[in-house]
């Protein structure tokens, strides 16, 4: 085997594999190579982030790559005005957590260690370990691989292509009059139409806000991306679903600890983990620190269509028109859906070739991995949000990375 070890991706997940590893076994680290196309430690991470303005973390201070849940706390001894407090715990400052990222990094002598290329494909039919296929063609054998890769993909609904929820039931004779009049003056296919966004796009160091926006969705992405509009001078709109939902973190806390996460494991039903998994995310939140800003910006400017879950949107010429469950049409430039992102699953080259080649239970598009978060009895371990059916509701988030890589480190080396 050419390496012991090889990580595929070189987000926060893999950077907490590799500081598990430093921590428990260095001998291992030495022989293990980390593969993104980006070449650098968390290009993706830091890209979100500063394409949104996120400030702060939404988890708390503890929850990072590095092994000792206190290393970050220590770390900001002479930083504690990057550290804010919201519901009884303190979040950092994402230049606060990067720099002790940066700084991890260099602890575990691991800053050169991203190979700039991709994985196309996991062959696990050779005995003892795993080939993989480069993007250039190379392959590597490897007698462990840990797959850190994030497959997510991007939920656009069919309404904001031009298709209709749901019909609008309730609309008074005059409201179906005036969208009739509308669409027949206007409509026009929405197929790719630029100007409907997803979040995941949007990059507001850059990209350039219209004059108008609706932002589409309950969660902190849309309220942080209202706000940025709106702070650029456009005439805003935030539209809901439902009511805006008040919570701290992604994640219940009662899924961080056993509180939670023993019920959990004690269910033998994948398709009831799933279940679980789903109902504890909830669908979007807001922090209660975002939600007053909103509700603030609310008298300063921003349009909150709060619980008028949007039913349609067509194109009409220069401008786009939304029309609400209320049957009220706003006209905008730019239609920003942050509607949120879902496991790939089989969908993902790496999975769906593992599952070509290895059928294991894919619930949702979570896989139902082995106790040691492998893909059945191959030599390929995932961490991360793929692993939600084996770790619960906070498996993609940094606490459940670190979790799953002590899980999957343990594994390896013992
Ligand atoms: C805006 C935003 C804010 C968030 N804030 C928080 C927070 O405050 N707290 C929290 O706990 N969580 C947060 N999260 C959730 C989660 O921690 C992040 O999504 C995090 O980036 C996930 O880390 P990861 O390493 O699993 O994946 P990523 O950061 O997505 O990294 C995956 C890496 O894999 C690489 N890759 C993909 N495919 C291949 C391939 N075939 N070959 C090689 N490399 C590949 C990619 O290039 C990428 O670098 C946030 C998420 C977002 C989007």
Redesign the pocket.
């Known amino acids: 085997m050419e390496h012991r070890i090889v990580i ?7 950077l907490a594999t590799v500081a598990m590893l430093a921590h428990r076994s260095p001998d291992a680290l030495a022989d293990t190579t980390v ?4 070449g650098t430690w968390l ?3 830091r890209h ?2 500063a394409a ?1 303005e ?1 400030d702060h ?3 708390p201070v503890v ?1 990072h790559p590095h092994p000792e849940p206190y290393e970050l706390l220590r770390f900001a001894r002479d930083r504690h005005d990057e550290l804010v407090r919201s519901a009884g715990v303190e979040l950092p400052a994402v230049g606060l957590f990067d720099d002790f990222c940066t700084s991890l990094i260099e602890q575990c002598g691991v800053e050169r260690m991203v190979e700039p290329t ?2 196309v494909a996991v062959d696990v039919g050779v005995p003892r370990g795993a080939r993989l296929t480069l993007d250039t063609g190379e392959q590597r054998a490897a007698e462990h691989v840990v797959l ?3 497959p997510r993909r991007a939920v656009l609904p069919a309404w904001s292509r031009g298709g209709h929820e749901r019909r609008h039931v309730d609309a008074s004779p005059e409201v179906h009059r005036r969208r009739s009049e509308r669409r027949l003056a206007t409509a026009g296919p929405l197929d790719d139409d630029p100007r409907v966004r997803h979040a995941t796009t949007i990059d507001l160091r850059t990209d350039p806000v219209p004059a108008r926006v609706v932002v589409v969705g309950g969660g902190l ?1 849309a309220a942080q991306l209202a706000l940025a509009a709106l702070r650029r001078g456009a005439l805003t709109t935030l539209v809901t679903r439902r009511p805006l939902v008040r919570r701290s973190f ?1 994640v219940e806390p009662g899924w961080i600890g056993p509180r939670q996460l023993r019920a959990f494991e004690q269910i033998c039903d994948p398709v009831e983990r799933h279940r679980r998994v789903l109902e504890a995310r909830g669908g979007g939140s807001v922090p209660d620190r975002i939600a007053g800003a909103v509700v603030e910006a609310a008298t300063d400017g921003l349009e909150l269509a709060e619980d008028e879950g949007p039913e349609s949107v067509e194109a009409a010429g220069d401008r786009l028109l939304v029309c609400l469950r209320s049957g009220r049409i706003i006209e905008t430039d730019e239609l920003w859906c942050a509607t949120g992102t879902v496991p790939a699953g089989t969908g993902d080259p ?1 999975l769906g070739g593992l599952a070509a080649q290895h059928p294991i239970p894919v619930v949702g598009g979570l896989p139902e991995l082995a106790r040691d978060l492998r893909w059945g009895q191959t030599a390929v371990h995932l961490v ?2 793929p692993t939600a059916l084996s770790l619960g509701p906070a498996a ?4 459940g ?1 670190r979790r799953g890589a002590h899980q999957v480190v343990e594994s390896i080396c013992g």
């Open positions: 595929v991706g070189a987000g926060p997940a893999a593969i993104d196309p980006t290009a993706r991470w979100q982030l949104q996120v973390l939404r988890s929850h991709g994985v850190c890769t994030n992405t992604d790496l991360g949000s993609g988030i940094l606490h990375q």
